[in-house]
C-alpha cells in the first residue's frame, strides 16, 4: 500500500509540474541518505543552485511542490486520490562517471560546454562530454541513449562524480505497482 501511496505521488506530481523528474536509485544500491532508511523513499532535489545561495524562483517553486504533496497526501488520507496519470516519465539510475583523472588522481578534463547546464537530456554515443584543460574533446563510449543527471555538482567532486547516467523509460503505474508487490516492497 505505501508503495500506491508514493509511486502515485511520483505518477501526480510528474502530471501537474512538468519540471517534476522522477529518479529511481539501483534497488540493491546502499546509500548513506536519510531516505535510505527505508525501502521506499523519496526526496526532492532543487536546483542547480550555486552553493551558499539564495534562488527566489526555486524556493517558490519548491514551496508550490511541497504545498501539492501535502494535498496529495491530505486527499489519500481521506480516500479520495486525485486524479492520477497511468503512465509516466521513469529515469532510472545507472551508474557514476568519474572525471578524466591524470597518474595522480588530479582532474584532467571538465564537463563539455555543450553537456553543462544538460540535466536529464538525451546523450549518445559520441557526444562531446568533457574537455581535458589542454582542448581535447572526450567523447561519450558507452551505452546509447542514457540521460546524464547531476552533472558538475560541487557536492560530488570529493565523491569522484562528474555526473550519473541514466535510463529513461515511460511505465505504467499499475505495472510497477504490480512489480514492488512482487518483490514484496511497500
Known amino acids: 500500500m505505501k508503495s500506491l501511496i508514493l509511486w502515485g505521488l511520483a505518477a501526480y506530481l510528474s502530471g501537474i509540474n512538468p519540471l517534476v523528474k522522477v529518479l529511481q536509485y ?3 544500491q546502499e546509500h548513506s541518505y536519510l531516505r535510505s532508511l527505508y525501502e521506499l523513499s523519496f ?3 532543487v536546483g542547480p543552485v550555486a552553493q551558499g545561495t539564495i534562488d527566489a524562483e526555486l524556493f ?3 514551496e508550490a511542490l511541497i504545498s501539492s504533496i501535502l494535498n ?3 486527499l489519500y488520507n481521506q480516500g479520495r486520490i486525485p486524479e492520477i496519470s497511468k503512465t509516466f516519465t521513469l529515469y532510472q539510475q545507472v551508474k557514476s562517471v568519474d572525471y578524466p583523472r591524470d597518474e595522480q588522481q588530479r582532474i584532467r578534463a571538465m564537463i563539455h560546454p ?4 544538460k540535466d536529464y537530456n538525451i546523450l549518445h554515443y559520441g557526444d562531446p562530454l568533457f574537455l581535458s584543460f ?12 542514457m540521460f ?3 552533472i558538475n555538482e560541487a557536492a560530488y567532486y570529493e ?4 555526473m550519473s547516467l541514466a535510463i529513461k523509460q515511460q511505465v505504467n503505474l499499475k505495472d510497477l505497482l504490480l512489480k514492488y508487490e512482487m518483490l514484496g516492497i511497500g
Open 26 to 28: 539501483p534497488l540493491n
Open 72 to 74: 496529495f497526501v491530505e
Open 159 to 162: 565523491k569522484q562524480i562528474a
Open 43 to 45: 526526496a526532492i532535489e
Open 134 to 145: 589542454d582542448g581535447e574533446e572526450i567523447l561519450y563510449q558507452g551505452e546509447s541513449p
Open 114 to 117: 555543450q553537456l553543462q547546464f
Open 148 to 150: 546524464p543527471i547531476f
Open 60 to 62: 517558490l517553486q519548491t
